[in-house]
T-cell receptor
């Protein structure tokens, strides 16, 4: 079975500082990894994904994520946080072993950026 | 272009009643997914359609839940004899092809409250 762990319920960071939201995963085969963001009373918005190739993936709104196979991690990062980045962030994984597998989400991490 | 839309945005019903939730995917997307998001949790997979057929319904919690996609576009999630535990946000997503590398794009969700 595949799973995702987001060990922090909440991350607090001051505006202008770098941010990291952690994610670790477990799959039988190779992973496909995704990050989504959810603003209050809205659906999930896609940020970025890792399929293959370069371990550093760049996405929307200045976010990036680094795939680390040995640590089974896919942490989300941004060099300089904005107050408007405050939202709920979800990491998700699919198993690349077969043509189709379900998308499994973590519980989410609330990011709070203070002015 | 238009994203995934869901109606209604909110639905309040009484225990034991029947409800229908509608999803209109992005035009041209062959794959459609339903998820359920409970408070403080990540989305949980319910069912996946490829075209008109349900390719994977392993996430449906019991036989009170049913979904259709008769023309390969709009989908309806149907819940019979609703229970208080069915209260959640029901999210719909669509993707172009449906394979595991595909990005899923989410609608804003329907918040279902069962009194």
């Amino acid at each position: 079975a595949q799973s995702v762990a987001q060990p922090e319920d909440q991350v607090n960071v001051a505006e202008g500082n770098p941010l990291t939201v952690k994610c670790t995963y477990s799959v039988s085969g190779n992973p496909y990894l995704f990050w989504y963001v959810q603003y209050p009373n809205r659906g999930l918005q896609f940020l970025l994904k890792y399929i293959t190739g370069d371990n550093l993936v760049k996405g929307s709104y200045g976010f990036e994520a680094e795939f680390n196979k040995s640590q089974t991690s896919f942490h989300l990062k941004k060099p300089s946080a904005l107050v408007s980045d405050s939202a709920l962030y979800f990491c998700a994984v699919r198993d690349a072993r077969s043509g189709y597998s379900t998308l499994t989400f973590g519980k989410g991490t609330m990011l709070l950026v203070s002015p | 272009g238009a994203g995934v839309s869901q109606t209604p945005s909110n639905k309040v019903t009484e225990k034991g009643k029947y409800v229908e939730l509608r999803c209109d995917p992005i035009s041209g997307h062959t794959a459609l997914y339903w998820y359920r998001q409970s408070l403080g949790q990540g989305p949980e997979f319910l069912i996946y359609f490829q075209g008109t057929g349900a390719a994977d319904d392993s996430g449906l919690p019991n036989d009170r839940f049913f979904a259709v996609r008769p023309e390969g576009s709009v989908s309806t999630l149907k819940i019979q004899r609703t229970e208080r535990g069915d209260s959640a946000v029901y999210l719909c997503a669509s993707s172009l092809l449906g394979d595991s590398t595909d990005t899923q794009y989410f609608g804003p969700g329907t918040r279902l409250t069962v009194l």
